[in-house]
Nanobody, 117 residues
Framework: QVQLVESGGGLVQAGGSLRLSCAAS????????MGWYRQVPGNQRELVAS???????NYADSVKGRFTISRDDAKNTVYLQMNSLKPEDTAVYYC???????????WGQGTQVTVAS
């Protein structure tokens, strides 16, 4: 079993910053990719950013230049630095891990990010 614990969400004014963290624990031999997704009620969950082995990153167009994803392999932790936040960034943010040659996938419980205008 793999567990993900997210932290760092909250309420921030437009233009502000937040940093999300997601720590993975459990039976993990090798992490392939970790990423952040977000979901607004009534909408599908969408990719925000991901980072895979070798440091390869992928960002949604809407967050490029504002958000930065990074990971600490020693701690099996992924971070999302969110700057210049906009009200449209308001959502529940979920962490996802893929490990062990993509045989293992797990999701975090979600953390609310609210950006006030």
């Amino acid at each position: 079993q793999v567990q993900l614990v997210e932290s760092g969400g909250g309420l921030v004014q437009a233009g502000g910053s937040l940093r999300l963290s997601c720590a993975a624990s459990g039976r993990i031999f090798s992490v392939n990719c970790m990423g952040w997704y977000r979901q607004v009620p009534g909408n599908q969950r969408e990719l925000v950013a991901s980072i895979c082995s070798g440091g390869f990153t992928n960002y949604a167009d809407s967050v490029k230049g504002r958000f930065t994803i990074s990971r600490d392999d020693a701690k099996n932790t992924v971070y999302l630095q969110m700057n210049s936040l906009k009200p449209e960034d308001t959502a529940v943010y979920y962490c996802k891990i893929q490990a062990d040659s993509f045989r293992t996938t797990a999701w975090g419980q979600g953390t609310q990010v609210t950006v006030a205008s």
